[in-house]
């Protein structure tokens, strides 16, 4: 991946958590901000086309409960 430099401007008090976190975790502050400009770039981005996802019949609605008694019995197969 071939990088580019730029100049951001950015609020002071963030700064400081970037260099902290970048100190306590000894990363390079530079990771931190290519990270957030990837994510930055995740949230805006726009497919030209629909998306097939396939809906699901479960025969009727499906309550809370239902739902509820569904993931607690998962969790309880994993313990």
Known sequence: MALKKTTVMVD????????????????PESEYFREAFHLA????RRWDEDWDIPSLDFGGPVTAEEIGRTVSDGVADTE
């Open 12 to 27: 002071e008090e963030d700064l400081a958590l970037i260099k902290e976190a970048a100190a306590r975790e000894g990363r």
């Open 41 to 44: 770039v995740l949230r805006s």
